[in-house]
């Protein structure tokens, strides 16, 4: 298959999604104020079950990759349901899923897939691990990012972790709120986005007699589309409970994350496609045997 021509269109094109959240384990339903907003002719009645399909065959689509992460190749296994179903208006993608491959919970590597036109889909993996990464599709071993973007950091707050996962999912969105995130979207010319977080977290995980507790993913998005993520934590140290946080990037385009003012976190614009050894891997979505788009 060949490549499309990677403008600013195709790549928006690639990475649409209509909010939706799994509900997962510790994981709470997508609150009202972050449902996508709609002028009501983007989704017709009848178009319904067509859309179902195409996020079943995204979400099949996901199962044909292989994630193996450490020295010892431990499986990082992808969640069974997409962590958000998305769409975005601004870039006329219309939908998308974003699903984790996760050890002990937390997520190695987030993707997404999305359909750029309804014969086309694009699949972009992120890298969140430390350790070694090897993904596969069949016997092919198709990525082994060199480095990751994520870079864990000390939270230095006043607000100490709570008793309880209830409480804690609080103070966590309050946490999360405090930082202000910026992407400068577009191909050629940019615009300069503020990004809006998606206070109910598409992801917790964590356990109580572990180093990490708790621990909640949040989304940073254009409309609901995610381009940037949190992964916010509650650890257990020497000198009792802390938070930490580490963000990384579910974009191409230049990101860049504030706390009180200071640039806590930034990773420029990176046009890459199809790399093996690249912090994230984008690609068009290759058919396998028998499979077909939804029509």
């Not at 969140?128 to 993904?135: A, E, I, L």
């Not at 990751?148 to 939270?155: F, N, R």
């Not at 254009?222 to 802390?242: H, N, Q, Y």
Request: glycine share 6%.
């Amino acid at each position: 298959m060949k490549s499309p021509r990677w403008n600013h269109r195709a790549y928006c094109r690639l990475r649409m999604l209509a909010v939706g959240c799994a509900i997962a384990l510790l994981m709470s339903p997508v609150s009202a104020e972050d449902q996508p907003k709609t002028d009501g002719n983007d989704v017709k009645p009848e178009d319904a079950p067509l859309r179902k399909a195409r996020v079943q065959f995204l979400a099949d689509a996901v199962k044909h990759f292989e994630i193996q992460v450490g020295e010892e190749a431990e499986e990082s296994k992808l969640r069974p349901e997409p962590a958000l179903v998305w769409d975005n208006p601004v870039s006329g993608t219309k939908i998308g899923i974003l699903a984790l491959f996760t050890r002990n919970g937390r997520p190695d590597v987030m993707a997404q897939f999305s359909f750029t036109s309804p014969r086309n889909a694009v699949n972009e993996f992120h890298n969140f691990c430390g350790d070694k990464v090897v993904m596969k599709r069949g016997t092919q071993t198709i990525w082994t990012p060199a480095e990751t973007s994520t870079k864990w950091q000390k939270l230095d707050t006043s607000e100490k972790p709570a008793a309880t996962p209830t409480l804690r999912l609080v103070q966590m969105r309050r946490l999360a709120e405090k930082f202000v995130v910026e992407d400068d979207f577009g191909w050629e010319k940019k615009e300069l986005n503020q990004l809006r977080l998606l206070t109910t977290p598409v992801h917790r995980y964590g356990k109580a007699d572990e180093e990490t507790i708790d621990g909640a993913v949040f989304v940073y998005a254009l409309a609901t589309d995610p381009e940037a993520v949190l992964m916010l934590e509650c650890v257990r140290g020497e000198s009792g409970l802390s938070w930490r946080y580490g963000f990384g990037p579910m974009s191409i385009y230049a990101l860049k994350a504030k706390l009180d003012n200071a640039v806590v976190w930034e990773i420029p614009e990176r046009k890459v496609f199809g790399q093996p050894k690249s912090v994230q891997y984008v690609f068009p979505y290759q058919l396998g045997p028998g499979e077909k788009f939804p029509e």
